[in-house]
């Protein structure tokens, strides 16, 4: 009869542990005010426009939307904003960023031309007349722009690229180079590349893939007589096509993001192709050892989403420090990798189901983007339809930062953002139009820290080449940080809604020694068991016991007195109770 119920035992905490440990996504309701279209879907962007902390969202559709988050609904303001555009053909990329360096974000509008909306107080006024782009690619199809100070003069410049179907005299598709003299344009590609670039790229992106404090250029190709994606390395503000030592090569790079996937410092890079009928196959993840490319998507478990996919996005989801993708599709399942492992074990694996963002939709555009401001990442698909998924979040610590140039731009857009905490460093790039697809990322810096409550050491390196560095920084904390200063407004995040239900979190580490967190979600005051069970189901040790308040607490635990084993800990309640697993390894 002992056997029987060590049986039963350990199928419950089997099957805890399958359907227990993962963060989860939960559609939120009505999308907090965010309506469908019907025309114009491509582009949309977050930023925080006006200042208040809250991360707004501009939509290129027709017309166009600008939703005002207001903490607990989004609501529409394009009207008292004055965006007025005439819609053109596709309303596709947008982008915030401080063009004017006046400390507040414009908005750069990719629709029949080369649109800037300068923001003043909320209000925006059409400045491309005074920019000297009113009359450049006026009715030609445009796609995403990416912005940076590619010649550190303190002004962000624009790449982009045109695809125009009625030519006859040049090249139907194009890139240009926009440099950024006071607020003046000028289309410098051929004097600066040496070359007229017959590239259409969906998604180009200002990338420091060298880690020189340079800004380079990644155009992918969607279409091109090149039948090849071009990564120009920048050489005192020259830019050079780079091939040895590369083998990115794709005539159909639909979308594609860099991210620091394996923690080296090094920006890696995913594509998505068109190759196979964009149905996932041949996607690429391309891992950066500083002057090789290799592709090793086949290698840790990247196959696509297995439909037309358009958007992606590189982001720490679940807050373990590690990046985790998402891959949205256009018709198809959305899916979600998780970044598992080290070294030579690390993994990606699907986690679509598990998380509850495994769902049928058509969608261009994906990306992680904190709208609530409580440090983990939610989710948010673009196109004629929305989808709006709130991560309910788990016990690991994490860190936003908010670059505040001086010298540099002051979006600090190419800043390097290092972050060591013990034996792990990360790194990100503040990026000015840099998600897959038709962007909707925003100029601020995320990292998931695991269980460290403390970052050992937070550096910034600044595009004109000024080094900040800040220690023992807390955790769980939105932070500005600025040029030549450090952290000079340090936010507290907004309080979490109390749980609804008990929840036993995974410990973390795990496997470990001596030491690990064991967390768990009280909704109400209760009286809580936290037991230590061996394989056998023999009580090893009672960790904790008592009243607890509602909320969330957090329990160190100290196995220095335990052998090499596998161990089981059960968290019980009135009407409750859980069980997950855990290593010690010596």
Known sequence: MRNFYYV????????????????????????????????????CAWGDYDGDGDLDLFISANPHALYRNDGDTLINVIEQAAIVDTIGGYPTGAVWCDIDNDYDLDLISMNSGVKIFQNDGGVFSNITSESGLSELDSGVQLWQCTVGDYDKDGDLDIAYSGYDQGVTTHPDVYARLLNNDGGVF?????????????????????????????????????????????????????????????????????????????????MDLF?????GGNTGEGDMLYRNDGDIFTDVAPDLGLAGPGGFSRGLCWGDYDNDGDLDLLI???????????????????????VSEATGVGVEGTYRTATFVDYDNDGFLDIYFNELEKLLMHNEGNSNHWLVIKPRGTVSNHDGIGARVRLVTGDLSQVRQIEGGGNGGMTAGYPWAHFGLGSAAVVDSLIVTWPMGTVDVETNVEADRFITFEEGTGIIVDVQTKPQQQPSNF?????????FNPSTTISFHVPKKSDI??????????????????????????????????????????????????VKKMAVVK
């Open 8 to 43: 039963i035992f350990v199928v419950l905490i089997t099957f805890g542990m399958l359907v227990a440990q993962e963060v989860t996504f939960t559609a939120v309701p009505n999308n907090m005010g965010i309506q469908n279209v019907t025309t114009g879907r491509f582009g």
């Open 186 to 266: 000028t289309n410098v590609a051929e004097d600066i590349l040496g070359w007229q670039i017959e590239v259409e790229a969906w998604n180009p992106f200002f990338v420091d893939y060298d880690s020189d404090n340079d800004l380079d250029l990644w155009l992918p190709a969607i279409r091109s007589p090149l039948e090849t994606s071009l990564l120009l390395r920048n050489e005192a503000s020259i830019f050079v096509l780079v091939s040895d030592g590369l083998e990115i090569e794709s005539n159909a790079a639909i979308a594609s993001s860099w991210g620091d996937y394996d923690n080296d410092g090094d």
């Open 271 to 275: 594509i998505i192709t068109w190759t």
């Open 328 to 350: 949205g599709a256009n018709g198809g399942t959305q899916v979600l990798y998780r970044n598992d492992g080290s070294g030579a074990d690390r993994e990606f694996v699907d």
């Open 503 to 511: 929840v036993l979190q995974q410990n973390y580490p795990n496997p």
């Open 529 to 578: 068991r936290l037991i230590l069970y061996d394989i056998l189901g023999n009580v090893v040790q009672e960790i904790a016991a008592g009243e607890f308040a509602a909320g969330r607490h957090d329990i160190l635990f100290d196995a220095d007195h335990l052998a090499t084993g596998l161990y089981f800990y059960k968290l019980s309640t009135d009407g409750f109770a859980e």
